[in-house]
């Protein structure tokens, strides 16, 4: 069974820093999808980030990136010159083809003024 | 703008009560999911529908169960509700079952005493 592990439960950083969030993963499949989502205090979960298996370049969003080494199965998240607005709750999650999504367990992180 | 709402963000019952969790989207989409979040835990699924009055079982579907009698609705119901199902609860619609982005309700915190 895929399983996803995010080894950090919590983390402080102080605004304008770069985080890295990161996350280990275990499958056999060749063809899946990663994820991160972001949950803010008390507002909806959204993606923030997605990654095709096949896809050796490493995906980027405005100041959101990650560093997949599909080898190691490991998808780490880093937010450069971080704000305030990203303190939230961050889940990892893995998809194969065709089923559906599994989350690690979250990792909270605070952006400190 | 894609939307999924939940009909409560916060409920207390009482044990032994019947409970009734009610998702609503409006995006046409296919697959509605029903997750707990739980500290340390991360999202657990419980239920999911790939179609009106379709229904699967999650990782967690003791002492639940589900209704999808229109597409854009999908319930969760605790039959009778034990303090150990105190939890915040996520709804959540995708297009497609193996699509990879899910659109997520705000969540409802259930307490149960």
């Known amino acids: 069974a895929q399983t996803v592990t995010q080894s950090q439960p919590e983390m402080s950083v102080q605004e304008a820093e770069t985080v890295t969030l990161s996350c280990t993963y275990d499958?056999?499949?060749?063809?899946?999808?990663l994820f991160w989502y972001k949950q803010p205090p008390s507002r909806q979960m959204i993606l923030v980030i997605r990654?095709?298996?096949?896809?050796?370049q490493n995906a980027t969003e405005n100041r959101f990136s990650v560093n997949f080494q599909k080898a190691a199965k490991s998808f780490s998240l880093k937010i450069s010159d971080s704000q305030l607005g990203d303190t939230a709750m961050y889940f990892c999650?893995?998809?194969?083809?065709?089923?559906?999504?599994?989350f690690g367990k979250g990792t909270r992180l605070h952006i400190l003024p | 703008d894609v939307k999924v709402t939940q009909s409560s963000r916060y409920l207390v019952k009482r044990t032994g009560e019947k409970v009734f969790l009610e998702c609503v989207q409006d995006?046409?989409?296919?697959?509605m999911f029903w997750y707990r979040q739980d500290p340390g835990l991360g999202l657990r699924l419980i239920y999911f529908?790939?179609?009106?009055?379709?229904?699967e079982k999650g990782d967690i579907p003791e002492g639940y169960s589900v209704s999808r009698e229109k597409k854009e609705r999908f319930s969760l119901i605790l039959e009778s509700a034990s303090t150990n199902q105190t939890s915040m609860y996520l709804c959540?619609?995708?297009?497609?079952?193996?699509?990879?982005?899910?659109?997520f309700g705000p969540g409802t915190r259930l307490t149960v005493t």
């Open positions: 959540a619609s995708s297009l497609i079952l193996s699509s990879y982005e899910q659109y």
């Open positions: 499958t056999s499949e060749n063809n899946y999808y």
């Open positions: 990654q095709e298996a096949y896809k050796q």
């Open positions: 999650a893995f998809m194969r083809e065709g089923d559906k999504i599994i």
């Open positions: 995006m046409d989409h296919e697959n």
């Open positions: 529908s790939y179609d009106v009055k379709m229904k």
